[in-house]
Nanobody, 130 residues
């Protein structure tokens, strides 16, 4: 099945760091796609975290993670990373990688909505203990 695949989730103490990875599978590659990271905590709606455009690597972040999270691409390895620092229990959620054929240079969105992204991964759990 063509979809992005997340990895790197786990349990970390408050103040710690994790790096999530997003890759393609089943012949799906991230080249030419804008990529977004989203998360959903128990009992809450899915929210956008960060995104990165293609081909120009413009990035956007939700206010809640600015200064703590960094999204970046490794084009040679066809990976998109989400580096998460200074984690706190409020960051506990399932994190999803999503992709959409690049809508244009410098364009990506952290908004959740119909048609914003075409392909979604299965998610990876991030748990931050206090």
């Amino acid at each position: 099945q063509l979809q992005p695949v997340e990895s790197g989730g786990g349990l970390v103490e408050s103040g710690g760091s994790l790096r999530l990875s997003c890759s393609g599978s089943g012949g799906f590659t991230l080249d030419r796609y804008a990529i977004g990271w989203f998360r959903q905590a128990p009992g809450k709606e899915r929210e956008g975290v960060a995104c990165i455009s293609w081909p120009s690597y413009v990035t956007k972040y939700a206010d809640s993670v600015k200064g703590r999270f960094t999204i970046f691409r490794d084009q040679t390895r066809d990976l998109v990373y989400l580096q998460m620092n200074s984690l706190n229990p409020e960051d506990t959620a399932v994190y999803y990688c999503a992709a959409i054929r690049s809508p244009g240079p410098g364009v990506c969105t952290v908004e959740v909505g119909e048609g914003r992204y075409d392909f979604w991964g299965q998610g990876t759990q991030v748990t931050v203990s206090s």
